[in-house]
T-cell receptor, first 116, second 113 residues
Framework: GNSVTQMEGPVTLSEEAFLTINCTYT??????LFWYVQYPGEGLQLLLK?????DKGSNKGFEATYRKETTSFHLEKGSVQVSDSAVYFC???????????????FGKGTLLTVNP | KAGVTQTPRYLIKTRGQQVTLSCSPI?????VSWYQQTPGQGLQFLFE???????NKGNFPGRFSGRQFSNSRSEMNVSTLELGDSALYLC????????????FGAGTRLSVL
């Protein structure tokens, strides 16, 4: 079945530091890949996505590139801010157990804390 | 446009009781998915409904059930609550659930004592 593995953290950085959160996946076919973010007390929201190999998703200074050869989708940001403190989830969209419908499979999440 | 609304936000129940959680999706969205979020297991998929039909189901016992109404609002029910059911239950809606873009509510925090 489909699975997503991401570094579990927690990750603690100083403001303006470089961020990398690793994510690798296992899936059949050609899944779409996503990063979702969950701020304290809120639900998840989509941060960025990529739908095919070599696509780069980007949003709010975050980037991730769909690497089919390494089955990876690592999240990066060049200079983090205190407001980036949140839990980050890597996810893939692929066919569910029924074979005909799609569902999201999430990694376990990485808690990022950015200190001023 | 209003977002995904989940009610109630917090619930405290005791073992053996049952509970019903509600989710109102974004207007026009016909797909509603439910997830259980715990510190140990992360986000686990419960089930997905589209146009009142369950299309996908995760690996949860039959105590967990759901339904969707004609206006796309959804409920999930957990019967015979166990301590391990304590979690944040998240609902997400999407137009068709085929592109992976889902919009999440803030969740219902269930505590089972």
């Amino acid at each position: 079945g489909n699975s997503v593995t991401q570094m579990e953290g927690p990750v603690t950085l100083s403001e303006e530091a470089f961020l990398t959160i690793n994510c690798t996946y296992t899936a059949t076919g050609y899944p779409s890949l996503f990063w979702y973010v969950q701020y304290p007390g809120e639900g998840l929201q989509l941060l960025l996505k990529a739908t095919k190999a070599d696509d780069k998703g980007s949003n709010k200074g975050f980037e991730a590139t769909y690497r089919k050869e390494t089955t990876s989708f690592h999240l990066e940001k060049g200079s983090v801010q205190v407001s980036d403190s949140a839990v980050y989830f890597c996810a893939l969209s692929g066919r569910g157990s029924g074979g005909s419908n799609y569902k999201l499979t999430f990694g376990k999440g990485t808690l990022l804390t950015v200190n001023p | 446009k209003a977002g995904v609304t989940q009610t109630p936000r917090y619930l405290i129940k005791t073992r053996g009781q049952q509970v019903t959680l509600s989710c109102s999706p974004i207007s026009g969205h016909r797909s509603v998915s439910w997830y259980q979020q715990t510190p140990g297991q992360g986000l686990q998929f419960l089930f997905e409904y589209f146009s009142e039909t369950q299309r996908n189901k995760g690996n949860f016992p039959g105590r967990f059930s759901g339904r969707q109404f004609s206006n796309s609002r959804s409920e999930m029910n957990v019967s015979t609550l166990e301590l391990g059911d304590s979690a944040l239950y998240l609902c997400a809606s999407s137009l068709a659930a085929t592109d992976g873009i889902q919009y999440f509510g803030a969740g219902t925090r269930l505590s089972v004592l």
